[in-house]
């Protein structure tokens, strides 16, 4: 490969990947937005963001999140 070429390529690879990260920052801005409004009107946002974590897993995986949550939970005295 000729050098300018390689050159060429990795600049726009950067800029690619600089415009990813300034579109990344805007969801990011636009989630905690969401997470303010839903705030404003008393929803719990730590609860909002671990469920969103669940939601994320596939089912056996938080199947076993859970029950691993319940045994430490046991084991600590936490459970009613």
Do not use: H, P, W
Request: proline share 0%.
């Amino acid at each position: 490969m000729n050098e300018n070429v390689s050159a060429e390529q990795l600049r726009l690879f950067i800029e690619r990947i600089e415009t990813l990260e300034e579109e990344k920052k805007g969801i990011a801005d636009d989630i905690k937005d969401v997470y303010a409004e839903a705030k404003g009107t008393g929803f719990d946002t730590k609860t909002m963001k671990a469920i969103v974590r669940l939601r994320k897993m596939e089912a056996q995986a938080r199947q076993e999140a859970e029950a691993l949550l319940d045994t430490y939970k046991t084991a600590l005295g936490l459970v009613d």
